[in-house]
């Protein structure tokens, strides 16, 4: 499938938006997720986790530069916890947080073609963030043919990006996996370290930053190499498959899946799922006759 031409542009109703604005946004960041927030100030997007003082991820965010603050891109189930878990921490910073759902909108676009028959300019780089009259846009890391953009609802439905609800979201959380994308959300929050998502190989942890809350379980599991689950891509056979779910393959390996779309009596999805084969361990009901399916990225 040519996914640039088959998948719908619109609005990702699956996201929603917090803004981090004041004087100490990024140096508030830099103590809370997983990744340099020094290269926010140079214009460059940033995927991070945002995780437990035990290394469990709370939730991935996509942060971008914007003329309020830095704004993060993350599941709508996860905004308001993660608002009232980060406000907790902010004491004496000059920071405010805050939910976006009324004022922004993310939208996502499939190809240059499809974002330039908007009016809207793709960034020089592919690591970096453009702005102008009031929308942002930004290439996907590690997927360059899509684009968030994000404005207001009104500058949006101008653009004729407020289209088709359900089926732009779902587009968006396919291209996800075929990307090999890593997502958290309310089912598997704390359920994984940020190396059994891969963002170590995604460019979503800083081993040179400063503390962090996470980093000594975060560092600790690189320098000990005892990354024993990774993400994976796979094709399941037809079923009610769950975000969450256990499963088992059939060459013993066992994991939870991540993300999972059906499309036309397909399923994909992402697991996280054990390196080898899960000796010892218990069997999580019958084996699932799955596939997997190459990630666009080699994993150690």
Not at 130 to 141: F, I, P, Q
């Amino acid at each position: 499938m040519n996914t640039k031409d088959a998948f719908s542009s619109g609005p990702l109703t699956h996201l929603g938006i917090l803004r981090f604005a004041g004087p100490d946004a990024l140096n508030f960041l830099q103590g809370q997720i997983s990744n340099d927030t020094q290269r926010l100030a140079a214009n460059s997007p940033l995927l991070a986790a945002y995780s437990s003082p035990q290394g469990r991820v709370l939730a991935l965010i996509y942060l971008l530069p914007h003329s309020g603050g830095a704004v993060a891109v993350l599941p709508r189930e996860l905004v308001q916890p993660t608002l009232e878990r980060m406000r907790k921490f902010i004491l004496r910073a000059k920071v405010r947080i805050d939910d976006m759902h009324e004022t922004l909108v993310v939208a996502g676009v499939h190809g240059e073609e499809a974002l330039q028959s908007r009016g809207l300019t793709a960034p020089h780089a592919a690591d970096a963030y453009s702005e102008l009259d009031g929308v942002g846009v930004a290439r996907v890391l590690h997927d360059e043919n899509r684009f968030w953009v994000i404005g207001a609802p009104e500058i949006l439905a101008q653009l004729g990006l407020l289209g088709d609800l359900e089926r732009s979201a779902e587009d968006w959380r396919l291209a996800d996996i075929r990307a090999g994308l890593p997502q958290v959300y309310g089912d598997t929050s704390e359920a994984f370290v940020a190396q059994m998502l891969n963002l170590d190989v995604l460019d979503g942890i800083s081993f040179t930053k400063g503390c962090y809350t996470g980093q000594e379980i975060i560092a600790r599991t690189q320098h000990r190499g005892r990354i024993k689950r990774r993400l994976f891509r796979l094709l399941l056979p037809p079923g009610a498959w769950l975000i969450g779910q256990s499963i088992q393959l059939a060459d013993g390996r066992q994991g939870r899946l991540s993300e999972v779309v059906e499309r036309d009596g397909r399923t994909e999805a992402l697991a996280v799922l054990s390196i080898d084969s899960s000796a010892g361990e218990s069997p999580q009901g019958e084996p699932v006759a799955a596939t997997q399916v190459p990630l666009p990225y080699a994993i150690p």
